[in-house]
């Protein structure tokens, strides 16, 4: 069954970190880049961040750039979000989807875990 | 950087045809995507590469895209089409993926 699963949200401290995985399955893991998708409670959808097929050059959006860092382990058939310096405003449903290539559309998506940054 | 400008809603009678549109300069030089989504839900993807239908997708989801405006059109619209639609493209400068604010469709 071809299938994204998130997993490692929760709530935590603001200045706090965070790692969420996404487990692949069914399909080549490799073959795929891979993106972080987030969606604060009642907002749109945020692009956060893109890891192609073979890990190499890695882009963030602007808002996580410094603090968040995507990853993945082809042995594993993870997907990684190490997220450093939580804010409040990281707040949100994070979502892992599955692309081709960097432009291409999101074709399969993951479920989404939810990540609460609070006091 | 691009930003891609939807309108918060839309609303349409059943069996009528639903148009929602995405606005950027120049979006005909980009491939535009649309998702569907419903609450509490993933989003899906419902349109790519500006008209084209991953499979399963009815063929009542078209799209289009031309000069500053790409359209997600959705004829004979049914009640199981009530859900928010999420337009996007890649900005290839910036090495970002974009989305709009998204549109809420109501079936009334």
């Known amino acids: 069954q071809v299938q994204l699963v998130e997993s490692g949200g929760g709530v935590v401290q603001p200045g706090r970190s965070l790692r969420l995985s996404c487990a692949a399955s069914g399909f080549t893991f490799s073959s795929y880049a891979m993106h972080w998708v987030r969606q604060a409670p009642g907002k749109g959808l945020e692009w956060v961040a893109v890891i192609p097929y073979d890990g190499s050059n890695k882009y963030y959006a602007d808002s996580v750039k410094g603090r968040f860092t995507i990853s993945r382990d082809t042995s594993k058939n993870t997907l990684y979000l190490q997220m450093n310096s939580l804010r409040a405003e990281d707040t949100a449903v994070y979502y892992c989807?599955?692309?081709?290539?960097?432009?291409?559309?999101?074709?399969?998506w993951g479920q989404g875990t939810m990540v609460t940054v609070s006091s | 950087s691009y930003v891609l400008t939807q309108s918060p809603s839309v609303s349409v009678a059943p069996g009528k045809t639903a148009r929602i549109t995405c606005g950027e300069n120049n979006i005909a030089n980009k491939s535009v995507h649309w998702y569907q989504q419903k609450p509490g839900q993933a989003p899906l993807l419902v349109v790519y590469d500006d008209s084209d239908r991953p499979s399963g997708i009815p063929e009542r989801f078209s799209g289009s895209n031309s000069g500053n405006t790409a359209t997600l059109t959705i004829s004979r619209v049914e009640p199981g089409d009530e859900a928010d639609y999420h337009c996007?493209?890649?900005?290839?400068?910036?090495?970002?993926?974009?989305f709009g604010g998204g549109t809420k469709l109501t079936v009334l």
């Open positions: 996007q493209v890649w900005d290839s400068t910036d090495h970002q993926a974009v």
């Open positions: 989807a599955r692309g081709l290539d960097y432009g291409d559309a999101f074709h399969l």
